[in-house]
């Protein structure tokens, strides 16, 4: 057992470590524990989750580093204290608040990068919003919300720029001869590229999640299963974007990459501002009809279209889903009834209990709000409520200047 059970790493394991390559001494102490606790973490998401299995790094890559403790930050001088390497000067990407738990330190585009996680105190207010959306992450769409009055979220086009040029670099890199100087600055070209695009796309889903949240009190979104995303996620955990390089522009990929990004800045940036997320199961989400419920394969006209074979409803795809992820939340919530039903003249059974943004009656301000939340989550639904109470924060705090 490397680590036992309240997280201590064995120490004659470490010291034989040492022994066997001496220059792990160089770095802290602590941070090749937290190195070999890594480790273990993910060889038990091997066996618990059925994730890929940790592989070997090829020397210099993965180039991080973890302190999780003797680190002091002084936010007014702009410095950072490190255990071995003293203090060391910091460029802000923003000001790091609360208390300092671990730092980061990460090689990204050949500068040190240290990242922050702090703790503090948060008041959570109930959502000034009111209104409720669905998202959809879509396949023609990048982000369809169910309200029609709200504009599709698409991609920058910058992004599909970029990664063309990705694409041409990568084939300027496959020309290289292995080991050669020009290979070597080929693929420094490359990873630069890489990191841009990250960073852009990163950066989209800060922005729209930030502007979701702000304009909501109820967000619904499909509860994509992690067995759909491992087949990416093995690859983006170690090396990120790996199917984009693959798989020549695709939105899809692109958003399947970014989706559990997304949907983790949704969880802390609602938890945050008191908004709900719920998740809801993802099946037949795009075969059903919004308008009246009939569920059928041949109602996807197209991959863009959707036109339904019961009542005529024909809208596009994606909107047609997201309104349907809406609708199964407030289900799930207790907010609408059951399955709409279609009427005789095959008009929605209730116009107004899904059709796109409307009063989430749950929002704070309804007297029995209170109530709504209990009975939601006994019933099984994957209900992320609003907690007050200590959130952790991660605050990238830019580069170093040694
Ligand atoms: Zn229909």
Partial sequence: MLVDSSGRVDRDFNGL?????????????????????????????????????PRFRKKGEGQTLRLPQDCAY?????????????????????????????????????????ALQTERELEVLPPTATAAVGLDFGAVTTIMPSDDSLAPIELPQRIGRYERRMRRQQQVVSRRRKGSKNRRK?????????????????????????????AHALVA????????????????AQEPGKNVK?????????????????????EYKAAWRGVMLVAVP?????????????????????????????CGHNENADRNAAKNILRRAQEQLGVVGAEPDAQPDGRPARTAGYAGTQACEGAGTSKDAPRRRPRSAARGASVRAPLAGTISELSLSGNLHA
């Fill in 186 to 214: 080929a693929v420094a070209r490359l990873a630069r590229l890489h990191a841009r695009i990250a960073a852009m796309r990163r950066d989209f889903l800060h922005k729209e999640t930030t502007k979701v949240v702000g």
């Fill in 246 to 266: 693959q798989k020549a522009g695709l939105n899809r990929t692109i958003l399947r990459n970014g989706w559990s990004m997304a949907r983790n800045m949704l």
């Fill in 282 to 310: 993802p099946a037949y989400t795009s075969q059903q009809c919004s308008a009246c419920g009939f569920s059928d394969a041949g109602n996807r006209a197209s991959q863009a279209r959707f036109a339904c074979l019961a």
């Fill in 17 to 53: 470590l040492k022994k066997l390559h001496p220059w792990l001494s160089e770095p802290p102490a602590q941070a090749l524990q937290q190195a070999l606790k890594d480790l273990c973490a993910a060889w038990e998401r091997r066996y618990a989750l059925r994730f890929g299995a």
């Fill in 74 to 114: 002084n936010a007014a001088d702009g410095t950072l204290r490190l255990p071995k390497l003293g203090e060391v000067r910091l460029r802000h990407s923003r000001q790091a608040l609360g208390e300092i738990k671990n730092v980061t330190l990460r090689k990204e585009r050949g500068r040190w990068v240290a």
């Fill in 221 to 236: 979104i499909e509860d994509l299963a992690v067995k759909n995303m491992t087949a990416s996620a093995a690859g983006t």
